[in-house]
């Protein structure tokens, strides 16, 4: 097991370590940074004292490796905008992403687990039939759209939650719906295609020749193993939805990391779009290292591969 945990680590590691130098790059590339801070009426002697003072005319190694040291002690500089360090605006915002994250995808396992379950229980019912249609129905309808239409009906008409904002629970609600609901689908084949195979084997044919009782078999033998895939598409989909925040965030008006990446791509602030790509992209790896993980637990097949 420890073998298994350093190699993932080792992988995780490299991951990390090559998108920190996509992001550093892309930006770069993007154009002259000291043009862009000094603004297009600057002097070309203010263009270079900028570049001066940003250490933008140091060799592009050298100004990475500046960039990754500072950023491993948490230190992104300062925003060009909003005058202050990206480290406090980045933890400021942070909560509000991760606290709607969480509940996106507390509500996406909560429907599409059971919905699975159930679907392979029932196959080529009724239930199976009406549950892959809510599938495609749900990968067909944008983020966007969703939320707007949640505004509308739950906001504007019914009056029952509010519009915009992050003050109290009630801002979630909507945010939360429209966020999840672009998982539900992939969990919920997953989770029903999982159990299927599961329910074919030979293992709980046993247990039911056994004369154990149908829902200890459903529950604690097949699920378990039908859910190890689950576990790791979890950990992809809540990646998928930090990054989709973006989209919901500015839908909804919420003073979170997705709406602060949103501001500073459209004001050029690119110490901020850094630091944003980077703490997402190592909580995205972060969170597939773990899922690995839990899986090998879950299944010592893994690990002995």
């Known amino acids: 097991m420890l073998l298994y945990i350093l190699r993932r680590f080792g992988v995780a590691l490299s991951v990390a370590l090559t998108v920190s130098i996509v992001a550093f790059l892309l930006l770069h590339l993007s154009g002259d940074l000291a043009l862009a801070i000094a603004g297009p ?20 190694a050298v100004q990475y490796l500046d960039w990754l040291a500072g950023a491993l002690h948490f230190d992104f500089g300062r925003s060009f905008y909003f005058r202050e360090t990206v480290a406090a605006l980045v933890a400021e915002r942070m909560p509000v992403t991760m606290t709607l994250g969480a509940i996106a995808l507390g509500l996406a396992l909560l429907v599409a687990i059971p919905l699975g379950v159930v679907a392979a229980v029932n196959r080529g019912g009724w239930i ?15 983020t966007f759209w ?48 999982g159990m299927l195979d599961v329910l074919a084997s030979d293992y709980i044919r046993t247990a039911r020749a056994k004369g154990l009782r149908w829902p200890t078999v459903l529950f604690k033998h097949a699920l378990r193993n039908a859910v190890v895939p689950v576990v790791a598409l979890a950990a992809v989909q ?32 690119f110490p901020v779009v850094q630091a944003i790509v980077l703490l997402l992209a190592s909580i995205y790896i972060g969170l597939t290292f773990l899922a690995d993980l839990i899986n090998a637990w879950l299944d010592p097949r893994i690990r002995v591969a």
Request: net charge neutral; glycine share 10%; with cysteine.
């Open 41 to 60: 009426e600057a002097s070309p002697a203010q263009v270079e004292q900028v570049r001066i003072q940003y250490g933008l005319d140091k060799p592009l």
């Open 238 to 269: 809540f990646g998928f939805m930090l990054g989709g925040s973006i989209v919901v965030e500015a839908v909804f008006s919420m003073h979170g990391l997705g709406h602060l990446a949103w501001e500073a791509i459209g004001r050029k602030d």
């Open 128 to 142: 199976d039939r009406a549950a892959l249609v809510f599938c495609v129905l749900g990968q067909a309808i944008p």
């Open 146 to 193: 969703l939320g707007l239409t949640l505004i509308l009906v739950f906001a504007v008409n019914l009056r029952w939650l509010p519009v915009s904002g992050n003050a109290t629970w009630a801002h979630f609600v909507m945010p939360a719906i429209a966020l999840g609901w672009y998982a539900v689908p992939a969990v919920m084949r997953l989770t029903r295609n």
